[in-house]
């Protein structure tokens, strides 16, 4: 099996635990997001996170992450 470095100084990995650690990686990116600025919509979150919506919809779930349904506050539509 192939070993893998990700960073200079990190141990070898291999392409199984690569792919694991660039999957928590984005999880926390986004989850980070979501965070730091709950004005954004799932959209803008996956946008700027360069994910899929789909992914953003998931790591919420898995983080029991919700939201209010509905417009936001202040906007009329």
């Not at 960073?7 to 635990?17: A, V």
């Not at 959209?43 to 936001?72: D, E, M």
């Amino acid at each position: 099996m192939t070993q893998m470095k990700l960073r200079p100084g990190s141990p070898p990995m291999t392409p199984t635990e690569a792919f694991h650690a660039a999957r928590q990686e984005y999880v926390q990116r986004v989850l980070q997001l979501l965070q730091e600025q709950p004005d954004l919509s799932y959209f803008s979150v996956a946008f700027k996170a360069r994910v899929s919506l789909r992914t953003v919809t998931r790591i919420t779930a898995q983080a029991g992450i919700r939201r209010k349904r509905g417009p936001k506050p202040g906007r009329r539509s």
